[in-house]
């Protein structure tokens, strides 16, 4: 490892609490493969993946990581790397196939075992109940905008939740519901594929109602003060001017990826302004009678996803404000900032901006980095060594930029990073890397690339700093 990546730990750590978490993620779909083992049917993923074009290159997840095989390996592989908290996901259509009727033992025994093997290597487990792989089943019943699909979401909740509650402390009913609801039925670029905006607000508010549900039913059934929440990918929307429709594109793009789930979960209603601005678009929130109480259900910790940051202008390239649709002009800018090869704009200090943005606006909410990370072209060398310098800096400054929000007074309480393995980037594929992990996809060997040996070192000496 060079030297220039561990300097500065030191500062660093300092400003860290002493008992802050260091973890990694994953997500069942992008590392589990074995789709069709132990009773488990097909998710609106595996749909996706046979649908031609959808994803680059025609990969699929039917084996990925072969994680499901090799778990054993993996948890010895974290604890290696000094992490002490694993956040995983559970797959839906494993543990209740089809998505309606009783669990399915064997697909429930794969979650427990990783628990058990978690627990004997003293690593905290992390559960998310979903990270997107809906079951087919409920997605041909109409999906994320069909209500019914939240109270099938907290049945779902409550046969992971009664399994492993005993033992498994921390608990993350849905990982991005923007990623869900937008990508997934406004923009057709994840699964389900579908680009129908009014559907999609009908997810946003099913995704939070199915939440507020589970979390209501998994406080209930607590047997112990347990730690539950959300996990939202969220980021700072700066105006490219002073000029209004610049303050007002951010003001939306704000509205749209931040305070449309923020507030209904912690003030318990949505933003006046993002309501009007989708009634203007032909959108509405399907919000029934009891809806917003359940929604606003106290949770113990939110998660933050942070990957990048946007400037956004409200004025086309003619200078226009107003669309052909007569809607107002939003339009991203870059802020010539080097890009990560997802093409992302790395800018740590709008990570910075956006937890303080949350502690001042949610004051009482606890924060945890659930994800952070970067995508870069990685080139081994003989042994499948990464000497991965641009993902070790971009751990660097976004590590950085949590202790400076520490310091400026958000309770921030652990950091988890995207992700331990290269794995099945969604509608990317293959690809883009995305793991402080290699993984040979020829062999399935796994080698720790240089980013894992500074995370490691960093939450080394942090430990023993304590
Ligand atoms: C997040 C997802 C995660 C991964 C990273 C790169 O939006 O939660 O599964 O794809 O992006």
Not at 97 to 118: I, M, Q, R, S, T
Not at 162 to 186: F, H, I, Q
Request: hydrophobic share 40%; aromatic share 10%.
């Amino acid at each position: 490892m060079s030297t220039t990546s561990v300097s500065g730990a030191a500062d660093l750590i300092a400003g860290l609490p002493a008992d802050f978490r260091w973890g990694v993620a994953t997500s069942a779909y992008q590392i589990e493969g074995a789709i069709a083992e132990d009773g488990r049917t097909p998710s609106i993923w595996d749909t996706y993946c046979d649908t031609p074009g959808a994803i680059d290159n025609g990969d699929v997840g039917d084996v990925a990581c072969d994680h499901y095989h090799r778990m054993p390996e993996d948890v010895a592989l974290i604890k290696s790397l000094g992490m002490d908290t694993y956040r995983f996901s559970v797959a839906w259509p494993r543990v209740q196939p089809h998505g309606k009727g009783p669990v399915n033992p064997a697909g429930l025994a794969f979650y427990d075992k990783l628990v058990d093997e978690l627990l004997a290597q003293g690593i905290d487990p992390w559960v998310t109940l979903y990270h997107w792989d809906l079951p087919q089943e409920l997605e041909d019943a109409g999906g994320w905008p069909n209500r019914d699909t939240a109270y099938r979401f907290a049945d779902y909740s409550m046969m992971v939740f009664d399994a492993l509650k005993d033992r498994v402390n921390t608990w993350t009913t849905l990982n991005e519901p923007w990623c869900s609801a937008m990508l997934g039925y406004a923009y057709g670029a994840h699964a389900p594929g579908r680009r129908e905006f009014p559907r999609a607000i009908e997810a946003v508010h099913h995704l939070l109602l199915g939440h507020g549900l589970a979390t209501t039913r998994m406080r209930e059934a607590s047997p112990r003060k347990l730690d539950i929440g959300i996990t939202l990918n969220v980021a700072t929307a700066y105006p490219a001017s002073d000029a209004a429709p610049d303050v007002d594109a951010a003001r939306r793009a704000d509205g749209m990826g931040r305070r449309i789930y923020l507030d209904p979960l912690v003030h318990g209603h949505y933003p006046a302004d993002v309501v009007a601005d989708l009634a203007a678009e032909g959108a509405e929130l399907p919000i029934q009678k009891g809806d917003l109480e359940l929604i606003a259900a106290p949770i113990d910790v939110l998660g933050v996803n942070y990957y990048f940051s946007q400037k956004f202008s409200g004025f086309d390239e003619d200078g226009k404000t107003t669309t052909d649709d007569g809607l107002p002009v939003s339009r991203t800018i870059p802020l010539n900032k080097p890009r990560t090869a997802m093409d992302w704009e790395i800018v740590p200090e709008g990570f910075t901006d956006l937890l303080v943005s949350i502690a001042k606006d949610y004051p009482g909410l606890p924060m945890v980095i659930t994800e952070n990370g970067s995508a870069f072209e990685d080139t081994p060398d003989e042994n499948g060594f990464v000497a991965d310098e641009g993902r070790t800096a971009y751990f660097t400054s976004h590590l950085a930029a949590v202790a400076e929000a520490i310091n400026q007074g958000a309770d921030i309480r652990g950091y988890l990073a995207w992700s331990l393995l290269d794995n099945f980037e969604w509608a990317y594929g293959y690809v883009k890397r995305f793991g402080i992990v290699r993984v040979d996809y020829d062999t399935q060997v796994r080698t720790p690339k240089q980013s894992a040996l500074y995370l490691k070192e960093i939450a080394e000496r942090h430990r023993s700093n304590r």
